[in-house]
């Protein structure tokens, strides 16, 4: 069984990279979904750091109006808090920072900010603040955080690992009970508890998403957004039709591609886009959707007991949407932007994953089963023979197959059996 203490802060892989890019940047911005722990992270690295929130209606007008006095009245380091709420301080801790840089004062760490929302205003953190700040992600708790496991927080992220031997006696139930659970931390503060999960998540959709539709498209309809969501939930790990699921659900596709937009943006959802620079001819160029939390999921589709859910037509999709949300964090919550991929082709060839380095492709196949399906990687095999014969090479790095194994193998031909406990 999982061991939970409740007194404890969940530690966060997050942490130590945190602090070293502090010692090198003026500014850190730390992003990601609301409720994924930005702040409670932020103050856990440094406790005694000033801090304020623009949360705060009457510190988010002084921010506003008068961004100097509010940069005077909270001096650096401070950490500023749901910082797109006033997107005009970006010049001025421009102004701040470049006035030390000025006098050769030193300035790493001055500026910590926490951001919900991916919209308009990380693109003026980004074009302002160039050369001067780091842009972190957090999403919900990974795999290692949930289980309490320090030494696997020290770990690359999963294509980056080196072979490993690994063993559990854990089960494909108690696998699926954490992935109906979902990833925010306050769920885990007190172990699985699946009374509050429901609870927990409407309010999470009523406060938390509605209120950002809100702000950025004015939506008055949400009971029609919510019912995108679950149309969209029921499609997760698939190929992602806009205008099947602008007539389910009753609206044009150019409104469902608005939607779409802030559910990424909000860092609901990822869009996995298909690699195909010109291997061949065959293959589609439509994205696959994949929810970042499987509790939403598992609340949008109503399902609120593990063995169901298992025996369930959507089974595989579920556990290939985890696995994929899993594997994303890791590259994130290690400070990396990670270069993924599926490939299929029109015919229905596919794999899962597919990993672009230089000039190698790494790739994986999730399978909710123990077993070792032959052919595994066949359909992309000849593409990347005949790639590797031209002016830029290409070549199959490593291969690997994740499922509910309960031990990392060799399977042979270079490929890896991964046990979906060891992500």
Known sequence: MILYNCHMFIKRKLVQYVKDCSKK???????????AGKTTL???VEPNRRFVTLDDLENRTLASENPTLFLERYPPP????????APQLLPYLKIAVDAKRTRMIESAGDYWLTGSQNFTMMEGVQESLAGRVVILKLMGLDLAEI?????ALNRPPFFERPRVNFETDRGV???FSMILQGDKPELWKQGPNFGNTADYYISYIQTCLERDVRSQLGVKELGLFEK???FLAARTAQLLNMTSLASDVGVKTPTIRSWLTILERSFQITLLSPYYRNLTSRQVKTPKVYFLDTGLITHLLKWNDPKTALQ???AGALFENWVVSQIIKGYWHSGKDPSLFFWRTREGEEIDLVEEAGDKLHVAEIKLTEGHPAGLFKSLEKPVQKRSKKALPLVLGSRKLISTSRKNLPLGDGIDLISAWSL
């Not at 940047?25 to 409720?35: A, E, H, K, N």
């Not at 401070?78 to 709420?85: C, G, K, P, S």
């Not at 289980?147 to 030494?151: A, G, I, K, N, S």
């Open 25 to 35: 940047f003026s500014i850190l911005m730390l992003t990601g979904p609301r409720q």
């Open 42 to 44: 932020l103050r856990y």
């Open 78 to 85: 401070v950490l500023i808090d749901e910082f797109q709420y």
């Open 147 to 151: 289980l309490r496991d320090e030494t």
């Open 173 to 175: 139930e108690e696998l």
């Open 228 to 230: 995108f969501m679950r």
């Open 312 to 314: 369930g037509p959507m």
